[in-house]
């Protein structure tokens, strides 16, 4: 293989890992190889015709995209399925790996091949991401509670703090640690029966089972688990028959002292449309939550990251990227991932205006995140000197209602609220209010050369 071609779809992997889900990108992506660089295409080698033909017809933009951004140049992508001897080899690995599955009694949730319609039984390995264990794990502030629990939880299953909840925000290392003690418990308890899935998935194998009429199937393989591993679960919101259903998994597997282990993206008492029955079971036991990392966490990332990847940068870049880059990990890691080919591809010295320029998308999304309504409020009003409180007062002079209405269009632009949530932020005006406040905004942007010059300044100081 090429060693051009596999640093540009390593780092590329990367990106794609925190773009998609975790059980979407091990299904589809984690597999693929890059085979060669021939000047402007990059050959990706698949297992099938199949899997060629999927990613050809869902992902192949989305694939352009990304690989183009990390080589800094367009290329473009072709496919190779592997050779029959190679694909043959590793049906029979699988088939191995399941007899010996079968052998040591844990029949676990895997990932299913991309042409399977039932899944296969595979050990841990198949589908957890083995960089995903603890001593990767960087325990800062932010997260040592969590961490400790999630330890605790692997060496004694069942015994403490069951079922465990961790909820954070994206990317702040939840499906690590549920991996993490997923993959502790394999190799410590080898017989163990282990569940590692997404609330997702138990939700659309319910349904399977449902209309196949393989109910009894179903709540066989989840009930008689030892440690039950369910990321996002808030995915059950507003579902009143799957939350059934896993309100008696869950009595069925704690009443028997196995091991729950949830993640979440909120506090189960914040989850909207959730029965109050499952979420008194999810606070039974222990509930710990992951913050954004500070600065000497990011700081320690960084460098454990660069330390596995074997590169070196200089100390202004890694500070740059911690100080830059502060609410999610998965993305610091990406941006580091993308540097360290840039740097490695070009053989050029790097600098902050070539790191700003290479992690513009980037930069840009953190800034959507770290962004408060509160921030922008105060930094439109001293821009058109006035007060505080206008923002969110029942005035209307001009003066006023459009500093404001700019202010909106800017909580619009900058961060992730939903329109109600700005309007709340704005002395409680509905979702309409806020519609007509960016279409106001655009709308004089489009024909006032002012308006675009103070609305691209004030976007402009609040993403610095």
């Known amino acids: 293989m090429s060693d051009n071609a596999q640093a540009i779809w390593s780092a590329a992997?990367?990106?794609?890992?925190g773009m998609l889900k975790t059980e979407l990108y091990n299904l589809w992506f984690a597999p693929v190889s890059a085979s060669r660089m021939d000047g402007d295409v990059l050959t990706l080698e698949v297992a099938d015709e199949f899997c060629e033909f999927w990613l050809k017809d869902n992902y192949?933009?989305?694939?352009?995209?990304?690989?183009?951004r990390t080589a800094v140049r367009p290329v473009q992508i072709a496919f190779a399925v592997r050779a029959a001897e190679s694909a043959g080899s590793t049906a029979s690995g699988t088939a191995n790996s399941a007899e010996s599955t079968e052998a040591s009694s844990t029949p676990l949730a895997p990932i299913p091949s991309p042409v399977a319609k039932e899944p296969s039984t595979r050990r841990p390995e198949a589908f957890f991401n083995p960089n995903n264990v603890f001593d990767t794990f960087v325990v800062g502030s932010n997260n040592h509670h969590a961490h400790a629990a999630s330890v605790a939880v692997a060496q004694k299953p069942g015994l403490t703090y069951n079922p465990l909840f961790l909820f954070g925000g994206v990317g702040l290392g939840k499906t690590h640690l549920l991996q993490a003690i997923g993959q502790h418990v394999h190799a410590h308890r080898r017989n163990a029966r282990i569940g590692y899935l997404?609330?997702?998935r138990f939700t659309n194998e319910f349904i399977e089972a449902l209309q196949n009429g393989q109910l009894p199937k179903f709540r066989k393989k989840y009930r008689e688990l030892d440690v039950l591993l369910i990321d996002d679960v808030q995915f059950l919101a507003g579902k009143e028959r799957i939350q059934e259903e896993f309100f008696h998994t869950f009595n069925a597997l704690h009443d028997c002292h196995k091991q729950i282990v949830l993640t979440c993206d909120r506090p189960a008492n914040e989850i909207q449309g959730l029965e109050q029955r499952l979420t008194s079971r999810f606070e039974w036991g222990m509930t710990a939550d992951l913050k954004a990392p500070d600065v000497e966490t990011r700081l320690a990332i960084l460098h454990k990251k660069a330390a596995a990847l074997s590169v070196e940068l200089p100390p202004e870049i890694i500070s740059f990227l911690a100080n830059r880059i502060r609410t999610n990990i998965r993305r610091l890691e990406g941006a580091l991932v993308r540097v360290a080919a840039y740097a490695q591809l070009t053989g050029k010295s790097l600098?902050?205006?070539?790191i700003e320029t290479l992690l513009r998308e980037i930069l840009q999304e953190e800034g959507k995140v770290a962004i408060s309504i509160g921030e922008i409020q105060r930094r439109v009003a001293d821009y058109f000197d006035i007060r505080l409180a206008d923002m969110t007062s029942k005035r209307r002079p001009e003066n006023i209602a459009f500093p404001r209405q700019i202010a909106m269009y800017l909580a619009r632009q900058l961060t992730d609220h939903s329109l109600s949530s700005i309007g709340d932020a704005f002395g409680g005006r509905d979702h309409g209010?806020?519609?007509?406040?960016?279409?106001q905004v655009r709308d004089r942007m489009e024909v006032e050369s002012k308006v675009r010059q103070d609305v691209g300044y004030l976007e402009k100081q609040l993403t610095r």
Do not use: G, I, N, P
């Open 13 to 17: 992997q990367q990106t794609l890992r």
């Open 60 to 68: 192949l933009d989305v694939l352009r995209s990304v690989v183009s």
């Open 198 to 200: 997404s609330c997702e």
């Open 351 to 354: 600098d902050l205006e070539t």
């Open 433 to 439: 209010t806020v519609l007509h406040a960016c279409r």
